[in-house]
């Protein structure tokens, strides 16, 4: 099967002939559209495998069927599938409705980058016991206050209520009173916090001037940067991208966010791996983020909308230095 | 009266099924986040999803059950309708179930467009999942409509609404209830016109290919959702002010104070959902001011008027307490702290660090769990004990009061600390940079199972009278 195999894909490619010029080519595209967002050729394991020499382990037929249908493969039980499925988080590589052709062009691309590049050396391990997360402000803050506004209003309803053991009756004119002062108080504290809260507000004007912008193009299930606008699915490919984002420390830098298909969130944590700033990713809209990272380290940006089942495993990085 | 009474019982032993599954697929969530569920860890995000749309829905009917029942004392709901509701909220949730357990369906409970067409469940579970939803959205319109017109037939809107307090002229006694109640319809049926017209949108996609603008459908989802939930909390209060006086031993009767604060909560509950919509930064500026703006104001009316009521009908009060009247007092305390939570979320400044953390989890948990759910089970016990008159026990009471808050709270804090400490929201898993997430989970799985325990004696405890007023009834 195999032996006929490979006569009648060069065939299909020499017919094909002047339109199907350099499938690789194509198949390079395609597979940064479709695929990238969960794979890498020699980069390492994503949502699913490093498909770096993947033509040398399986059968081409197998690969050709389970790229253009593998939910019906998982379904079927086939072995291989099946045992993929289960090793990479119990997640179903979707049915993208590619024609035999596409996969026929993305294997191509595959096998050609394969030859390119050297496979990824091993992951280096996460360290089991990652150093205890520091709490910052104003995380630090919002807990305490919290804590401590949930402790007057207990310490409040316990007296009240024990208050019970010795009925009498109330005063009801000197309540009324004492909500009063309730009410101015409670009003001006609110109002005071408003004023000191509302011009903090995260939203950058107009007239910023940033020392860079990084287009963001979030997708399922990964993040895309840039230097250029992506908008939509048929940019990637063609608008290049920033494989390791870097940025200087102290810089202000604008992220510019959107997302390809469905909502996610661009949420930014820092070197204590807390979370910094966010802001959502929408499919046509473009949130713009201002940021300046003053502390230099490895900062992580995770996925902050849900966005089916890779979502937790929606991640990138940012040095700065 | 007697019909609405007896579909309350229903409701309860609906309520009393659906609630402790929709408990242990929590427990089961936590679990997996723990790290103790290799095996069933796929089942996340569908399981997320029956929890969510589960417990709003249980909660949200149970308190319009609750709320039929205490109108029915005052004017007369459709008992045919009533019946609707039973039938269409029971369609509802087989569809639901279908389209989770079979169909995979994982939107989540607030499903932002375009995720229902474009996750990895087969498109028939969305279809499934938008018909459930169309057929619960439509039976609560019918039947909040219904309540409205019971209310209407015999009080004026206005009345209602209390307005004639305000001219001075307060002849016509209005319980706090029905004023508490006619709000929380009104926003009811603002809250599911805005559900239907987004499940609209969503056919129009599926039957027409017209695909809709992901803003506004953030917009239109996000006010049925903060709606729905904030009305049931509503009901709930209004549950207390028409139950509490009767352990104290005191009136709580409506004033000029009362109707001004709850038609300010009408108006504040309509907008104050932009606080869900901080992080899209396109949304108008002003719209955010003015969602922080509400939702501080909202806190005015809670706090002042109905916690502070509350406080004063106990103080020095002859209290005769029992389960019901300790849960009622213990609801309103969870719906306080639940609010601190959410006020502080509700600044936008704080937000930048809390959206999308278990911090959201976190002050909803506390207030639908310590808050609502208190104050309906306090009242459902309240309900069945008045028609079976058995014998209690203040102090077993108590010990079942403490195990509900302990488990409860416990819980509530490993989401706090979590959310503090940047956990994201709906993780199945933790990534090794957020593995203090998994630690806090752990325990707040052994939290959750004391509540579930406490549950289950209040259960038993309830149960048996509830056998006795379904004789009785
Ligand atoms: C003690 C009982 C409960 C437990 C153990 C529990 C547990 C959980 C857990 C673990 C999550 C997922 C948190 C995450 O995002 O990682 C969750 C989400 C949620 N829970 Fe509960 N819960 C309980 C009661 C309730 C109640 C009473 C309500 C009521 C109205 C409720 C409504 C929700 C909603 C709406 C979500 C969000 C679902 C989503 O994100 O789509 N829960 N709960
Ligand atoms: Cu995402
Ligand atoms: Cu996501």
């Known amino acids: ?321 | 009266m007697r019909a609405i009474y007896s579909q309350t019982l229903y409701w309860i032993a609906v309520t009393f099924v659906l609630f402790p599954i929709l408990v242990l697929l929590g427990i089961y969530m936590r679990t997996v986040q723990a790290g103790g569920l290799a095996g069933l860890d796929a089942w996340f995000y569908p399981m997320m999803t029956l929890h969510g749309v589960g417990m709003v829905g249980v909660w949200y009917v149970a308190s319009m059950a609750c709320a039929a029942n205490v109108l029915a004392k005052y004017v007369a709901p459709s008992p045919a309708i009533g019946r609707l509701a039973l039938v269409g909220t029971v369609i509802g949730v087989v569809l639901l179930l279908v389209c989770v357990f079979l169909g995979r369906f994982a939107a989540g409970w607030y499903f932002l467009y375009p995720l229902p067409f474009k996750g990895e469940w087969p498109a028939w579970a969305a279809v499934v999942f938008l018909l459930s939803l169309t057929v619960l959205g439509a039976t609560w319109l019918v039947w909040s409509l219904d309540l409205l017109r019971a209310i209407a037939s015999k009080y004026s809107l206005s009345q209602a609404l209390g307005w004639h307090y305000l001219s001075g002229s307060g002849e016509l006694a209005l319980p706090p209830a029905v004023l508490i109640i006619t709000v929380s319809l009104i926003a009811s049926v603002a809250a599911l016109v805005a559900g239907v017209v987004v499940l609209v949108l969503f056919y129009f996609e599926l039957l027409i290919g017209a695909p809709s603008d992901a803003l506004l459908m953030k917009n239109l989802i996000f006010f049925f959702g903060h709606t729905l939930v904030n009305l049931a909390m509503y009901l709930g209060v209004a549950l207390a002010y028409e139950v509490l006086p009767q352990y104290a031993g005191r009136p709580w009767k409506t004033n000029k104070i009362v109707v001004i604060s709850w038609n300010t909560v009408l108006l504040i509950v309509l907008v104050a959902y932009f606080h869900h919509l901080y992080m899209d930064f396109v949304q108008p500026g002003v719209l955010q001011y003015i969602g922080q703006i509400a939702s501080y104001a909202s806190a005015i009316p809670a706090a002042v008027v109905t916690i502070f009521g509350a406080l004063l009908l106990v103080y020095r009060a002859k209290m005769r307490w029992n389960l019901a009247s300790i849960l009622f007092y213990l609801g309103l305390v969870g719906w306080a702290i639940g609010g601190v939570g959410a006020v502080i979320d509700s600044t936008i400044s704080a937000n930048v660090r809390l959206h999308n953390t278990l911090w959201v989890p976190a002050h909803f948990h506390t207030y639908m769990v310590a808050g609502l759910v208190f104050l309906v089970v306090a009242y459902f016990y309240h309900a069945c004990q008045e028609a079976s008159a058995a014998p209690e026990s203040t102090g077993y009471h108590k010990l079942l009061a403490a195990l509900l808050v302990i488990g409860a709270y416990g819980f509530f804090l490993m989401f706090y600390l979590s959310g503090a400490y940047s956990v994201p929201r709906r993780f199945a898993l933790y990534p090794a940079e957020l593995g203090h997430g998994a630690v806090y989970s752990g325990i707040a799985a052994a939290f959750a199972a004391v509540f579930l325990l406490g549950f289950v004696l209040y259960l038993v405890e309830t149960g048996r009278r509830w056998l006795k007023a379904v004789q009785a009834a």
């Open chain 1, 1 to 321: 099967m195999r032996s006929l195999l490979m006569p009648a894909l060069i065939f299909t490619l020499a017919l094909a002939g002047p339109a199907r010029a350099d499938p690789a080519a194509e198949g390079k595209v395609l597979f940064e559209q479709k695929c990238a967002s969960c794979h890498t050729i020699g980069g390492g394991d994503r949502i699913g495998p490093d498909l770096h020499g993947v033509a040398e382990r399986r059968p081409q037929e197998w690969l050709l069927r389970f790229v253009t249908e593998p939910d019906k493969m998982i379904a079927a039980k086939d072995e291989v599938a099946v045992r993929l499925y289960e090793k990479y988080n119990r997640i179903i590589m979707p049915n993208l409705g590619l024609a035999e052709n596409d996969a026929r062009a993305l294997l191509a691309h595959i096998q050609a980058a394969s030859s390119a590049t050297p496979p990824a050396a091993a992951a280096p391990p996460t360290p089991l016991r990652m150093p205890r997360p520091q709490l910052i402000a104003p995380q630090s803050t919002i807990l305490v206050a919290f804590l401590a506004l949930a402790a007057v209003i207990i310490a409040v309803f316990a007296w009240v209520a024990l208050s019970t053991r010795s009925p009498a009756e109330v005063d009801v004119k000197k309540a009324y009173g004492v909500r009063k002062i309730f009410f101015v108080t409670a009003s001006v504290v609110l109002v005071a916090l408003l004023i000191a809260t509302l011009p903090r507000a995260p939203y950058a004007g107009a007239d910023v001037k940033p020392d860079r912008i990084v287009h963001v193009a979030a997708r399922q299930f990964d993040f895309v940067f840039s230097d250029e606008p992506i908008v939509s699915a048929s940019d990637l490919g063609r608008v290049p991208t920033i494989q390791r984002l870097e940025l200087k420390a102290g810089a202000l830098v604008e992220f510019r966010v959107t997302a390809l298909d469905v909502n996610h969130g661009f949420g930014l944590y820092g070197p204590q791996r807390q979370l910094l700033a966010q802001t959502q990713a929408m499919p046509g809209y473009v949130n713009r983020l201002v940021v300046r990272l003053a502390e230099p380290g490895q900062y992580k940006v995770f996925c902050l909308e849900y966005c089916a089942a890779g979502h937790h495993l929606m991640q990138s990085g940012v040095t700065v230095n």
